[in-house]
């Protein structure tokens, strides 16, 4: 009994000591971490333009009224909210203040140990280890929110399929592409590629997935239904900042892109200031222990379909692999490349902000103009959608 009185003060030190209150950050000290927020991101962010397009937004000729925001604050707590509320002015999917970062950490260490580029972002997470349990601890008392370890996918909450029998259309549903839920996806993805291998139309239902990982879509679901390589053009940007260019250092082997040497018919005026590299290569798909399917295939999108998500539609026009169908995409896709990171260095807040980001084949930036589908199918929501496009499928079809 002892000694398990002594294991349990030790327990209850240690979490105490891991979620006990720093000392307040100075006036002084929130100044200095905006300051350093604001000037990375004014060199490495890549969408200020877009945000005045889109919403009016001039980020940054707002320093002065963010800096009197950042100064009034009372306290930590109001410091963080204003922070988190200044970075998402620019309303961008890939531009946040993550709360909680030992999942993410976990995630690039697992990376990391498959390809050791990923070892930077690992490395700026672990020096913010600390004090991030200090602001998940605020942002929870501020919200009522939990952080909670992520669920284990299960068939039920993100993967699901179904038959047409009579008709010949197989409808296979994926609400995330989160890589690890691949250990249990991968199986019945491959079971259900068996039982359609005659069919005549497979429809791929993305409608909602927030995205995750492309390698999902490109090893299990493209991948598993093609024994031929498959080849398809991205085009890509990062601008001209030290922090694109630590996480990211072959882009300095790419173009700078100005408008004597690039010629894209849609590219925004501001890549073309000398500021951005720019870089065209082809990707490709390799065949993964395949179960061809010869039918027709669809793919079905709405408006909230971002990031590795929208990526599959831009995969699915730039190769022709389906026909996409449904309403323009929240975007954000186009490329393949990871978020940086950095940490403001008083408070050791992290902030993630996109930098190597994706064209569409006209030039213009997939996350301002999006994915456009082949097919426009307005709804009321996501299941009369699908209804619509197996009736399109039926009629075309005959049936």
């Known amino acids: 009994m002892k000694n398990m009185r002594v294991i349990f003060v030790f327990l209850l030190i240690l979490l105490c000591v891991q979620y006990k209150k720093h000392s307040p950050l100075s006036t002084e000290q929130k100044i200095q971490d905006f300051e350093f927020l604001y000037q990375t991101l004014e060199e490495n962010y890549p969408y200020f333009d877009v945000a005045k397009r889109q919403s009016n937004t001039d980020w940054l000729s707002k320093k002065d009224v963010y800096l009197e925001k950042i100064k009034n604050t009372p306290n930590d707590s109001a410091y963080l909210m204003t922070v988190m509320s200044v970075v ?54 501020n919200t009522g929110h939990t952080i909670q370890a992520l669920p284990v996918q299960t068939q039920e909450n993100y993967y699901s399929d179904s038959l047409l029998v009579e008709d010949k259309i197989a409808i296979m549903r994926i609400k995330s592409f989160f890589y690890d839920y691949l250990a249990n996806d991968s199986v019945q993805i491959t079971s259900f590629l068996e039982k359609i291998k005659d069919y005549e139309y497979l429809i791929v ?36 900042g030290s922090l694109n260019r630590h996480f990211y250092p072959d882009i300095e082997k790419w173009q700078i892109a100005t408008k004597q ?34 039918g027709i295939i669809y793919l ?100």
Request: glycine share 6%.
């Open 88 to 141: 998402y002015e620019l309303k961008s999917p890939h531009l946040y203040v993550p709360i909680g970062t030992a999942q993410m950490l976990d995630v690039y260490k697992r990376a990391a140990r498959e390809k050791p580029k990923y070892a930077k972002w690992a490395e700026v997470l672990e020096k913010s280890e600390k004090q991030s349990y200090y602001w998940q601890k605020i942002w929870e008392d």
């Open 205 to 240: 239902d993305i409608q909602d997935n927030g995205g995750g990982s492309s390698n999902y879509w490109k090893n299990y679901i493209v991948g598993k239904t093609s024994d031929a390589l498959i080849t398809f053009p991205r085009h890509q940007v990062a601008k001209d």
């Open 261 to 294: 040497n690039v010629s894209f018919q849609n590219m925004p005026n501001e890549i073309l200031d000398g500021s951005y590299y720019v870089n065209s290569w082809t990707d490709t798909i390799m065949p993964n222990n395949p179960v061809p399917f010869n």
């Open 300 to 399: 079905l999108v709405n408006e909230r379909v971002v990031s590795a998500s929208d990526d599959f539609a831009y995969f699915c026009k730039a190769s022709r692999w389906a026909t996409v169908a449904g309403v323009r995409t929240m975007g954000d896709g186009g490329n393949i490349a990871e978020p940086a990171l950095f940490i403001l260095p008083n408070s050791g807040i992290v902030i993630v902000h996109p930098s190597v980001v994706g064209l569409n084949e006209n030039g213009s930036f997939n996350f301002e103009a999006r994915t456009t589908p082949d097919i426009e199918i307005e709804a009321k929501n996501s299941d009369e959608r699908l209804d619509r496009l197996v009736r399109t499928i039926k009629s075309k079809s005959g049936n």
